[in-house]
Structure formats: structure tokens, C-alpha cells
């Protein structure tokens, strides 16, 4: 109970943030038909000290953009200074799109490790869904946004939620955090009515994450 009070509170911030909020629908929570029953293992598992960028390489985003590799940046944030080095392993893009680069497209990935309950914040971690008592948190995150949807057949399970260009996966150990590139100031860009579901996807794959 304590848990569901806690995320309650953590995913009301942000749906409220981002107009996604609803009324929680109570036959949702604790249902867990979203879990893909076919999992059998990860293609890639979490270690301490992995990098996110290993697989993902600027043509590979360049081809799901339609733009020259030129003009895409890719930067792991654990190997700059410009970062705090306890940071979770992440991969940070850019494309140069638009007059200067307050316009450029943005996006990551990130590798959130699930975290014990028995650590540091591991009661917040657990009732967020990034422990390994999951299940009832991401039930949760769903029956209280208004756009959240699940994606069948990634990972143990995979909820986008369109508010926010977010993809989350499930995986054993970790989860997947997928934010395809995008700016919406950029009126170009937001013309060309990408589908960033697809986009985000496609980043898991071409990450080595899913088939």
C-alpha cells in the first residue's frame, strides 16, 4: 500500500505536468495481461560500467530520420566530463536540423538498472516500477494516463505513452527508457508528423535490444 501511494503521488506530478491525467480506473491495477508471456531472455543484459552507444551509430539514426550521417551526433555521457560519472549508462543524440542548434532534433536512450529494495531510495524505486517488483507499478502508470498504451511482444513489457515521446521496455534487470529525437519548436520538424512510436522502436532495435 505504501508503494502505491508513493508512485500515485510521483505519476500524478507528471501526467499533471504533461495534461495526461485521468481518472484511475481501479480494474486496471494489479492487472497484469500486459506482461509478455514468450519472454525468454535479453539480448543484451545490464553490467556496471556497459555503455548505451556500443551498437548505435550515427548512420543507424541518420536511415530512421531520412537525413545525411553528417548531421547526427551521438554521445555517450558516462565517458564526458560534462557529466556526473555515477550517471545511469545513457546515449544522447542530436540532428542538426534548423537554422542553430536551439532548433536541432534530441532524443536518448538510457538503461535504468532495477534497484533493490534494500538499497539507497529502494522503496521510491520499487513503487516507480524500477525494482524488481514491477508489475503493480507499471499496472498503475498505465490506468492513470489518458494516452499510455501498451506495446505487445518487447521485452517483459513495453507501455508508450505518446504526452510524453516516451517509450519504456522491461527488460530482466533493467528497463529501457527511449526518447526518440524531436524538438517541438522546431515547425519543420513538427510538420513532418513522424510516428515517434515507430521511430522509438526502431532505436531499441537498432540498439541490439529487440529483434
Do not use: Q
Not at 10 to 36: H, P, R
Not at 71 to 99: L, N, Q, W
Not at 154 to 166: D, M, R, S
Request: include cysteine; aromatic fraction near 10%.
Amino acid at each position: 500500500m505504501r508503494n502505491l501511494i508513493i508512485l500515485t503521488l510521483i505519476i500524478s506530478l507528471f501526467t499533471s505536468c504533461f495534461g495526461d491525467k485521468k481518472v484511475t480506473n481501479v480494474f486496471e491495477i494489479g492487472e497484469t495481461s500486459f506482461i509478455n508471456k514468450n519472454f525468454k531472455v535479453n539480448k543484451i543484459n545490464y553490467t556496471k560500467g556497459m555503455s548505451a552507444c556500443n551498437n548505435i551509430t550515427k548512420e543507424a539514426i541518420a536511415k530512421i530520420y531520412g537525413v545525411s550521417a553528417s548531421k547526427v551526433h551521438v554521445e555517450d555521457p558516462t565517458k564526458s566530463d560534462r557529466y556526473k560519472k555515477d550517471m545511469a549508462p545513457a546515449c544522447i543524440f542530436y540532428v542538426e536540423e534548423g537554422d542553430n542548434d536551439f532548433m536541432w532534433l534530441r532524443g536518448s536512450i538510457a538503461v535504468n538498472r532495477e534497484i533493490s529494495k534494500d538499497e539507497f531510495m529502494g522503496d521510491v524505486a520499487e513503487a516507480a516500477g524500477s525494482g524488481k517488483n514491477w508489475e503493480e507499478a507499471w499496472s498503475l502508470k498505465k490506468s492513470i494516463s489518458k494516452s499510455a498504451e501498451w506495446i505487445p511482444n518487447l521485452g517483459k513489457a513495453a507501455l508508450w505513452n505518446p504526452k510524453k515521446g516516451v517509450l519504456e521496455i522491461k527488460f530482466e534487470g533493467y528497463t529501457l527508457v527511449v526518447n526518440p529525437l524531436k524538438n517541438r519548436l522546431n515547425k519543420a520538424e513538427t510538420s513532418k508528423n513522424r510516428d515517434y512510436k515507430k521511430i522509438a522502436i526502431s532505436m531499441a532495435k537498432v540498439g541490439g535490444y529487440i529483434n
